[in-house]
């Protein structure tokens, strides 16, 4: 009998084991970004992995983690291809991570975040957007490993990383003509003017005269022709347009909801 029980207690430590092992191997955190751009992840516990240009520092503090950074051409015949830099943690910590994007030149982006605690818990992220040499962008996203916690993961938006996004979107021809460009710089000036008289109210009147620029313009080149000039024309491409409405929701979700003419509190942010 004791040996029965010896036994059983065996199969049940080896099927717990193998279990959890099965469980662990899904359990992971994976950022990937295609175009000119560097980045520097840091988990819940402040360890980073990473290259920031910026100090020309490499990290390699987040532990179980592999890092592929800077794929380019080795041959200066050949064109090379485009950047790819990829981060994976099989062994993520609960908590906040944050993410800094660091352009190394005038480019778009594809910024892939994917977490998983399970084989059918993940979710995987996806963003776009413009960088040009010198600029940062910063994004955050939350790992748990209770089951059905949700995943979350952001950009971090301020009135500037709206007006970096304008100027490199027509850099990139993402967005054009140059009237319309100023235009949209002009109603960014009137934001940011509210903004710092603290009027809320008249800030999210601008910004929503922003979008609503944007957006009419949007839908007024979808029902034309494919093939149409668009020289000198105003339009939004539907990359760019994606871009200024993730940024003008988040900046729309940061200005609380006043009176019209009502201003913050002095020791509101």
């Not at 380019?72 to 015949?77: G, V």
């Not at 090379?80 to 062994?91: A, G, K, L």
């Not at 109210?201 to 009419?216: G, V």
Request: aromatic share 10%.
């Amino acid at each position: 009998m004791l040996i029965k029980i010896c036994v059983l207690t065996i199969w049940i430590f080896i099927y717990s084991s193998l279990s959890l092992g099965q469980d662990n191997r899904f359990h992971s955190v994976t950022v990937r970004v295609n175009g000119a751009v560097e980045f520097v992840i840091r988990d819940a516990l402040g360890k980073r992995s990473g290259f920031d240009p910026k100090l020309n520092q490499r990290y390699d503090e987040i532990n179980e983690s592999y890092g592929v950074f800077s794929i380019d051409s080795e041959d200066p015949n050949v064109e090379p291809p485009e950047s790819v830099n990829e981060f994976m943690t099989q062994n993520p910590v609960d908590g906040r991570y944050s993410l800094s994007l660091y352009g190394t030149k005038l480019s778009e982006y594809r910024l892939s975040i994917v977490i998983s605690r399970a084989l059918d818990e993940g979710t995987d992220f996806i963003f776009k957007g413009v960088m040009d040499s010198a600029a940062t962008v910063q994004y955050e996203f939350e790992y748990s490993s209770v089951s059905g916690t949700p995943f979350t993961a952001t950009k971090v938006v301020s009135s500037s990383t709206l007006r970096q996004d304008l100027d490199n979107s027509f850099k990139l021809n993402l967005l054009g003509g140059r009237e319309f460009y100023k235009e949209l710089n002009h109603r960014l000036d009137k934001f940011e003017k509210e903004l710092t008289k603290k009027d809320s109210s008249k800030a999210r009147h601008e910004l929503e005269k922003f979008w609503k620029n944007i957006d009419e313009v949007f839908q007024k080149e979808k029902k034309k022709e494919k093939n149409e000039e668009k020289e000198d024309k105003k339009f939004v491409t539907d990359d760019a347009y994606q871009i200024f409405q993730e940024d003008v929701q988040a900046l729309l979700n940061q200005l609380p909801l006043k009176e019209k003419g009502e201003k913050d509190d002095e020791d509101d942010h």
